[in-house]
């Protein structure tokens, strides 16, 4: 299994982004499927999640609203959407796949494969 995430980049305030990932894999459609995201000096933190058939999303309290995860299990991708971003959005997005869940996880240790991540940098 790998993961190519794409589509970070710099950005102002209340611009948006749409972050691919890209997954090898023949059962894509049977995992489910995250983004978490890294800033400088913190520690990972869960963004969003969608389950094996997209029937199902969470998010986290900071991008509810704003930010829409999506997926296309036939071009093997997932595909965050981020709207009016704001400067504490700035991180390292990364893409993370729980091969042997269908269900959607917040839990960082129940994803088995993760993407090198994407930059994404917000300036007010």
């Known amino acids: 299994v790998q993961l190519q995430a794409s589509g970070g980049g710099s950005v102002q305030t209340g611009a948006s982004l749409r972050l691919s990932c890209a997954a090898s894999g023949r059962t894509f459609s049977s995992w489910a499927m995250g983004w978490f995201r890294q800033a400088p000096g913190k520690e990972r933190e869960f963004v969003a999640a969608i389950s094996w058939n997209g029937g199902s999303t969470y998010y986290s309290d900071s991008v509810k609203g704003r930010f829409t995860i999506s997926r296309d299990n036939v071009k093997k991708t997932a595909t965050l959407q981020m709207n009016s971003l704001k400067p504490e959005d700035t991180a390292v997005y990364l893409c993370?796949?729980?091969?042997?869940?269908?269900?959607?996880?917040?839990?960082?240790?129940?994803?088995?494969?993760w993407g090198q991540g994407t930059q994404v940098t917000v300036s007010s």
């Open positions: 993370a796949a729980a091969t042997a869940w269908r269900r959607l996880s917040t839990l960082e240790g129940e994803y088995d494969y």
